[in-house]
């Protein structure tokens, strides 16, 4: 099984799709982190919206912005690639020009913002594996997959920072974070679309299996689909689970939490490449369990924390919380890149989008479901996710 033993910066961002691209993918990354993270706030500032209906209308909009996997992966199936990513970004344009246009108390409106929002989030994901997986082979492609989120990391949070500096203005400078979002994207769009990346898979030659190959099933991954949307619950924990628990449970300096989300974006960035690399020497399958297996190890220590009570215990939860995003990085190392080894190239864009389907789906359906074990006990929320994740990793495994 080839692997890659060295980290190469200019053979990684080749692999990722070339300078353009990855420009590209920072700008993007730098734009949503000047909003995503406050478009909440956004509602509630500036909209004068109640904190139940912008959350109702963000929720709908990300879980309606599935609906439109499936015609995104045919649309990849037919060789597209960086026109998928530039048009995902330019539905965010949309979503943010709209946002603009709202006037204070229109939901409606907003909602139809946090719609092309979604959209276009659930449909990057795919369109750029999708991208990545043509331009690269092997465990490179692993490699510049990882390369990815950790630029991804980097960009949200420098964003993020720069949000947090605007929220200082008031609802003018909220206003204008929205609209540098906007431009970002638009500006990211065109650079993805100038790569002009496209697929050219063998039967786009002969008509008449170009249709079979629109009508050939994708793999169907039941397993790790279904394994994905429990996996995925710890890409939610430091900006709800940890949280809910050091603020409202512990009653810990909020601090804390703050300092948890910081490390668990610096270790993304900095350890990402470097531990997908190390790992290429083992088989993706195995890795990925190996990730639910630390994640479960995890939780189990997120439980013995909060036991120790209010002295110890909230330093306890921030070392715990390097291990949980140790398995956080195996996993998305390991999740995406061994879907497209999975899926024949003829179908790989269905495949990624009903992956990118299990994974939305567990990022909606977290907060709810985090919220409702923590209201019933440390035991509740920490052993029921030790549980499901270490039954995912078996059938991982399996």
Known sequence: MATVTKIRPRALVRASGGPRYTIALAVDALGTGLL???????????????????????TAGAVAGLVCMPAVGRWLDRGARSTVVA?????????????????????WLFATAALFLGIGNQAWPAAHAALVATVAHGRERDAALAGGRALRNAGLGAGALLATACLAGGTTAVRASAAVTGLAYLAAAALAWSVRVHAHPAAAEEPNRAKDRDDEPAPRM???????????????????ALPLVLVTQMHASPVWSAAVFVANTVLVVT?????????????????????GVVLTTSYLGFLAAVSLGHGWGAPAVAAVSVVCTLGEIIYAGSATALVTALAPAQVLGRALSR??????????V???????????GPAALWGSLAAATLLAAFAVAR
């Open 366 to 376: 977290s907060p709810a479901v985090i919220t409702a074990l923590a209201s019933h």
């Open 355 to 364: 992956f990118q389907l299990s994974t939305g789906f567990g990022l909606a």
């Open 222 to 240: 039941r397993a790790l689909l279904a394994a994905n949307v429990v996996y995925v619950f710890c890409l939610n924990l430091t900006e709800i």
């Open 271 to 291: 350890l990402q490449v470097p531990v997908t690399v190390l790992l290429s020497r083992f088989p993706r399958r195995s890795v990925l369990a190996l990730g």
């Open 36 to 58: 995503r993270p406050f478009l909440l706030l956004y509602g509630v500032t500036v909209l004068r919206l109640s904190a139940p209906v912008t959350g109702t209308a963000m």
């Open 87 to 107: 048009a995902s970004m330019l539905v965010r344009v949309l979503g943010v020009a709209l946002l603009l246009a709202t006037p204070a108390g229109n939901v």
